[in-house]
């Protein structure tokens, strides 16, 4: 069992609330998966910032000081890629004026033992062990503004209670799923992912449908597309949430075992594995409420 929350604000009024109302979303779930959670907050002032890319890494503690990192770093790239280095709760966030893939190869050789946890121009990924509304606490999500937010709260059941072990999964630009069940033959499909040279971090099975559908996405998939396609080869019982820059999507299962509702005003679109998780958000009074139909993929943009 764990707990999923989400949220896209349509309504650009909205987003300096983003952190108050997954917060507020995110602590009605602690019950559902009480020994890790996860965030990850899309356009977050003082995350992220335009025309830049942004890692999360694993834990505050890198082994070297901000200092020392950001000078490694700045030392790998262009004079003016401006590389800038801050921990937030249990996360370091390294950032510069540079694509994605140069900024990995540099902190990976500044910090060979990191662990990328999220990357892109518009998403900060934050992970942790421990009660999750301390998690959120610990690294300031109620104060947090942006467009989307994502959380989930983990109860382990097929592998390690670790940080690394927590979700979101986000193994490419911007892109993150969070998963609640299980996905059955999730060693097969890794073992092709493999042969078709995908690299992976963990033995989570979630981290095989997150490097799914980064796949499918490289191969020019819609989200929707991406999504159809786990379908037809990831079996198992699950409620998907999956973001990217600018786009959130659902799907459950065929047999749609595991919970999820789902709230939709002109202002946002919320999902939570519980219904008292939307209950405080505005205007749900006269928000559009509904369970997700079972194998079928809802899309939303902002």
């Known amino acids: 069992m764990c707990g999923i929350a989400a949220l896209q604000l ?10 108050s109302l997954l917060s507020s979303m995110l602590c009605q779930i602690v019950d559902r998966g009480p020994d890790s959670a996860g965030l990850a907050v899309y356009n977050t002032p003082g995350l992220v910032s335009p025309g830049t890319s942004t890692l999360s890494l694993l834990g505050r503690d890198q082994g070297m000081t901000t200092a020392d990192i950001t000078s490694g770093v700045a030392a790998l790239l262009p004079s003016d890629a401006a590389a800038a280095v801050q921990v937030v709760g249990d996360t370091t966030l390294v950032s510069a004026a540079v694509g994605t893939d140069l900024l990995v190869k540099a902190v990976t050789e500044t910090l ?9 121009e518009h998403v900060a990924v934050m992970k942790s062990v421990g009660h999750p509304m301390e998690i959120a606490a610990d690294h300031g999500l109620e104060a947090m503004a942006g467009s989307q937010g994502l959380s989930h709260t983990r109860m382990a ?21 969070v998963h609640n069940g299980s996905f059955s033959n999730h060693a097969s499909v890794r073992r092709e992912l493999k042969r078709e040279g995908v690299v992976f971090d963990s033995e989570n099975d979630t981290e095989v449908g997150a490097r799914y559908v980064a796949s499918r996405l490289q191969q020019g998939d819609t989200l929707e597309e991406a999504l159809v396609n ?10 998907l949430v999956v973001t990217t820059a600018d786009s959130m999507a659902v799907v459950r299962d065929p047999i ?3 919970p999820a509702i ?26 559009r409420i509904f369970e997700p139909e079972p194998g079928k993929v809802y899309t939303w943009s902002l």
């Open 262 to 287: 789902i709230a939709e005003t002109d202002d946002y679109v919320a999902m939570a594995s519980e219904y008292r998780a939307l209950a405080a958000l505005p205007g749900i009074d006269n928000a």
């Open 112 to 120: 060979p033992a990191a662990t990328v946890i999220g990357r892109g």
């Open 10 to 19: 349509r309504n650009p009024s909205l987003h300096p609330r983003m952190g």
């Open 157 to 177: 059941t097929e592998s390690a209670v670790t940080a690394g072990g927590s979700h979101p999964f986000s193994v490419a630009d911007d892109l993150c799923l």
């Open 230 to 239: 786990l379908g037809k080869v990831l079996d198992g019982f699950y409620t």
């Open 256 to 258: 749609a075992c595991k």
